[in-house]
């Protein structure tokens, strides 16, 4: 592909997901359809070598079937939490924090996919099987780093909402989204200051890193960076060579 049509499609790729991020609720529906795309086509192949993994003989049909269709049901329950995850992460009253974390989010996906390209082109790599597997873990804790930065709601203000939401009125959806946020912060912020105070700032800040909550978006992290990549990766079809005829002796 020309390098300046790549380029231009990445550039819009990211300001596309940096705006499609804001209507949080649409995006977590094509987070659910390209989830269960990726997923299910794992399932499917992973069934063939799975059994053998398992199980010290020849299994009968039904438990074969019983087993692909259990499988299915996974990638759809897991599809469906990664949909649900970025609503509420962007959702909220806090517009500037939803606009650094769409950021930063835009920004690991981008990184994520010269990854899998650079794994893709060195070695015989099936990137979808990989990158979902071992890549997104990295992503996760790459994003977990890059957002440790953006606070949340005081633990005051945690109170407050709380304390609104039982006494006085129900909250709508954002307050209810800011306040998970600020729950999910300061409950990052206690494990962070007890790893501190137990093994010290050095070790303490790396293990407290490991642990955040925010790790878990590497896996959506990596569905659209396997998204990119299959867009950037389509080569355009050229005429086929013709056959060579042998000249008649």
């Not at 099987?129 to 945690?158: A, H, K, M, N, Q």
Request: charged residues 15%; proline residues 3%.
């Amino acid at each position: 592909m020309n390098p300046f049509k790549s380029a231009a499609i990445l550039v819009g790729y990211f300001f596309g997901l940096l705006i499609l991020i804001h209507f949080s609720r649409f995006f977590g529906l094509i987070t659910f359809c390209v989830s269960l795309s990726v997923l299910g086509r794992l399932e499917y192949e992973k069934n063939a070598h799975e059994l053998s993994f398992y199980c010290r003989g020849e299994l009968p049909a039904a438990f074969k079937t019983w087993f692909r269709y259990y499988g299915l049901a996974e990638a759809f329950v897991r599809s469906a939490i990664f949909g649900v995850l970025p609503i509420f992460l962007f959702s909220g009253t806090g517009a500037e924090r939803i606009f650094w974390l769409a950021f930063l989010f835009s920004c690991c996906v981008v990184i994520g996919y010269f990854g899998l390209r650079f794994v893709q082109r060195r070695a015989r790599i099936d990137v979808t099987r990989w990158g979902y597997v071992r890549f997104s873990v990295l992503l996760g804790l790459l994003f977990s780093v890059l957002s440790s930065g953006i606070s949340g709601i005081p633990l005051t203000d945690v109170a407050w909402q709380a304390g609104k939401s039982k006494w006085w009125r129900a909250l709508n959806f954002d307050e209810i989204a800011e306040l998970l946020y600020g729950l999910m912060y300061q409950v990052n912020s206690f494990i962070s200051g007890t790893l501190h105070t137990i093994l010290g700032d050095f070790i303490g800040g790396l293990l407290s890193l490991l642990i955040s909550t925010n790790i878990v978006y590497g896996f959506i992290i990596v569905l659209y960076s396997l998204l990119l990549l299959r867009i950037l990766s389509r080569e355009p079809q050229h005429a086929k060579a013709p056959i060579p005829v042998r000249p008649i002796a």
